[in-house]
Every structure is written in structure tokens, then in C-alpha cells.
């Protein structure tokens, strides 16, 4: 008898695998107990090296993951940036209305006005440092109480007087104009009475005045300068105006020059005393 070729045993072989696998398949679909035991079983035998896949590809996937939200702490971080520049923003903004509220606090200091009534004014118009026109606008008029003639003051003293006003802002003529006068008093012990007439240097002399003097008395630098008042003044008396830096003898008398307690140039807020002279 022959013995059986290789091919044969191929096709014998390859049979056998079909019918075993045929088997398997039917046994599996009838729900055979002993197969669902190997089934198990080879699930089991498995489970160590699914684990293991699952540890080495586990980064890679917190990494892709990571990868693919970059955009989104992106956004978060600028979000989170912005915000603290706004916070910072205002934190200065907070810092500047202070300094804002102390320098109008400052000009609040009216002690000397005594019961006179005042209204408060911010300065809307006029370059600061710049007074060609010599004067400036204030946001309040006459629906305030203020007509013309009436003093305008800080807390330092006087700067000027409405020359103009409507309904809700007026203008005010600073006391460096040229044009400017004001009967002024030397406010000292040895000289508690001398009158004397101030104006106004011009733009080139932005915190000095100049006072006539009729006749020396004794006066010298550093007396107190406030204004006179009386009758025909359209100033109340007593508000203070500067100090003598200067005293020079003319023909006629004394010229003195006067270093302004305010400075025109530098005022924001300021305050109409609500003064009418008498006609």
C-alpha cells in the first residue's frame, strides 16, 4: 500500500480544521457549557496582556488628549490675563479718583468765607498752563444761583470772578488778566488797614500780582494780602489773595508784588461765592 502524499495530508489536515471549527461554532451558538468553560478560560489567559496594552497606551491617550485641549488653555489663560490687567486698571483708576477726591477736598476748605453761600464748579474749558484768554469755563450757572460779578475761589484763596453766565456754565476772568482789579488790604498787625488797588501781570506772570501802594507804612515781604471789601467792593472782605514778595519804591509810592495763595494755572475745581455787591 502507498503511503499518503504530502498534499494529501494537507487536504486531510485542512479538513479536519474546517470540521473542528464547524463544531466550535454550532456548539457555541447552542450555548454548550464546557466550550463557555475554555471560552473563560482563554479570557483569562488573555487579560494579563490586555492589561499591559491598556497601561502603555493609556499615556498616549492623556497625552492626545492633552494635545488636542492646548487651544482651549490657551484661551483660558488669555481670559484669565485680561482679567487681571482689567483688575489692575482699576485699582489705578481707584487710586487716581483718591487723589482726585483729596485735591477737591482741598478746595473745599472755605473756612474763610464764613456764612457765605457756595457752589462748587469744575473747570470744563481753558488750557491748564496756557492762559492766553485769561480765562476759563465752569460747569455752572445761573440755574446754581451764579450771576455776574460774583468772586470765584479754592481753598487757597481767590483766582478770579464771573464775567459770564447762563443757565449751566459761566466764564470766569482769572485775576492774572491785565484787566483785572481788586481793592486789597496788607493783613498784618502794623498795617491792619492800608488799601491799595491789585491787578493782574498778564499770561507771563501766571501766579503773581501787582498792588499800587500810596504811601509806606512799614509794609514788608511775607505780609498777608486779602481783599478790602466795603461798599463799592464787588469782593467780600477777608478773602486771601497771597503774600508781599516784593516791594519796590516808585515816584508815587510803593509798587508791591504779590505771590497768589492760588495758582491759576493748576485749579480743576472751583468754588462761586455767592456774593453780590451792593449797587
Do not use: C
Not at 78 to 84: D, K, N, P, V
Not at 142 to 155: H, N
Not at 238 to 247: E, F, H, T
Request: a negative charge.
Amino acid at each position: 500500500m502507498a503511503a499518503p502524499t504530502h498534499r494529501g495530508r494537507s487536504w486531510y489536515t485542512l479538513a479536519l480544521l474546517a470540521l473542528t471549527a464547524l463544531t466550535l461554532f454550532t456548539l457555541d451558538f447552542r450555548g454548550f457549557g464546557p466550550l463557555e468553560s475554555v471560552q473563560s478560560g482563554l479570557r483569562s489567559a488573555f487579560s494579563p496582556v490586555r492589561s499591559a496594552g491598556e497601561s502603555i497606551t493609556k499615556p498616549i491617550s492623556n497625552g492626545a488628549e492633552g494635545l488636542f485641549n492646548y487651544g482651549d488653555l490657551e484661551e483660558e489663560n488669555a481670559r484669565l490675563e485680561a482679567r487681571i490687567a482689567e483688575l489692575e486698571g482699576r485699582i489705578f483708576q481707584i487710586d487716581a479718583e483718591e487723589a482726585e477726591l483729596k485735591r477737591l477736598k482741598a478746595e473745599l476748605g472755605l473756612d474763610y468765607v464764613g456764612d457765605l453761600p457756595t457752589v462748587i464748579a469744575e473747570v470744563i474749558t481753558g488750557p491748564v498752563g496756557n492762559f492766553a484768554s485769561q480765562s476759563v469755563d465752569i460747569n455752572r450757572g445761573t440755574a446754581d444761583g451764579i450771576t455776574e460779578g460774583m468772586p470765584v475761589v479754592t481753598g487757597a484763596g481767590l483766582v478770579g470772578r464771573v464775567t459770564r453766565a447762563d443757565r449751566s456754565r459761566a466764564v470766569v476772568q482769572l485775576i492774572i488778566d491785565a484787566e483785572f482789579t481788586v481793592g486789597v488790604r496788607i493783613a498784618s498787625e502794623t498795617n491792619p488797614d492800608e488799601i491799595g488797588l491789585g491787578h493782574g501781570d498778564g499770561p507771563g506772570s501766571p501766579r503773581q500780582i501787582t498792588v499800587d501802594q500810596g504811601i509806606d507804612l512799614g509794609i514788608a515781604v511775607g505780609d498777608l494780602v486779602v481783599t478790602s471789601g466795603g461798599r463799592t467792593s464787588l469782593f467780600p472782605p477777608g478773602l486771601p489773595i497771597g503774600v508781599v514778595s516784593d516791594v519796590i519804591e516808585k515816584d508815587r509810592g510803593l509798587e508791591l508784588k504779590v505771590e497768589l495763595n492760588a495758582a491759576p494755572d493748576q485749579i480743576g475745581f472751583v468754588n462761586v461765592v455767592l456774593f453780590e455787591a451792593e449797587e
